[in-house]
T-cell receptor
Framework: SQELEQSPQSLIVQEGKNLTINCTSS?????LYWYKQKYGEGLIFLMM?????EEKSHEKITAKLDEKKQQSSLHITASQPSHAGIYLC????????????FGKGTLLTVNP | GAVVSQHPSRVICKSGTSVKIECRSL??????MFWYRQFPKQSLMLMAT?????????EQGVEKDKFLINHASLTLSTLTVTSAHPEDSSFYIC????????????FGPGTRLTVL
């Protein structure tokens, strides 16, 4: 089965600082999804990456998938308190069932 | 983005009772929905894949008689926790698969189940 390792497990940054969260897979990724979750709430879709070397940006968040399609990073520029939450990466194994396997998440705290 | 709702958002029940949780895709049809379970400070664990018009597919270790899934329409899947026990207390989240180029999964807001 596919396993996803996220690092760091938690992160505390000062408002305005940049940060990076990593997601590493034990197998080649067919699709990699990034979600944000507030504790006790549902997941908010951020981005999906499928191609090796792909990079997508939305507002101040940029996600990349490496050429080998086994590692992805999520970068936040000039962080704000609104960025605080749990960031989860999810992997699509590529089967026709579209099942996602999730990493354990990274808890981000942004101090004003 | 697409909207998925869950009802109820919170439920407290006595041990031995059954609880039904609904998952609805509000602005798209979903032939496939997924049910996840999340323990505090842990990631989401896929419980089962719900397919409209057919039986659900359960992940290894998930009791199908304990967690009954019904996907009777293209916009509604239900999860019934039968004869609930305190160890079933958890956060249950559903997602709906929207077909097309991206095959994106959109998640509901979750249901907090507490079994006394």
């Amino acid at each position: 089965s596919q396993e996803l390792e996220q690092s760091p497990q938690s992160l505390i940054v000062q408002e305005g600082k940049n940060l990076t969260i990593n997601c590493t897979s034990s197998k080649t990724l067919y699709g990699l999804y990034w979600y944000k979750q507030k504790y006790g709430e549902g997941l908010i879709f951020l981005m999906m990456l499928q191609k090796g070397g792909e990079e997508k940006s939305h507002e101040k968040i940029t996600a990349k998938l490496d050429e080998k399609k086994q590692q992805s990073s999520l970068h936040i520029t000039a962080s704000q308190p609104s960025h605080a939450g749990i960031y989860l990466c999810g992997a699509d194994s590529g089967g026709s069932n579209y099942k996602l396997t999730f990493g354990k998440g990274t808890l981000l705290t942004v101090n004003p | 983005g697409a909207v998925v709702s869950q009802h109820p958002s919170r439920v407290i029940c006595k041990s031995g009772t059954s609880v039904k949780i609904e998952c609805r895709s509000l602005d798209f049809q979903a032939t496939t929905m997924f049910w996840y379970r999340q323990f505090p400070k842990q990631s989401l664990m896929l419980m089962a894949t719900s397919n409209e018009g057919s039986k659900a597919t359960y992940e290894q270790g998930v009791e199908k008689d304990k967690f009954l899934i019904n996907h009777a329409s293209l916009t509604l899947s239900t999860l019934t926790v039968t004869s609930a026990h305190p160890e079933d207390s958890s956060f249950y989240i559903c997602s709906a698969l929207r077909g097309g180029a991206g095959n994106e999964q959109f998640f509901g807001p979750g249901t907090r189940l507490t079994v006394l």
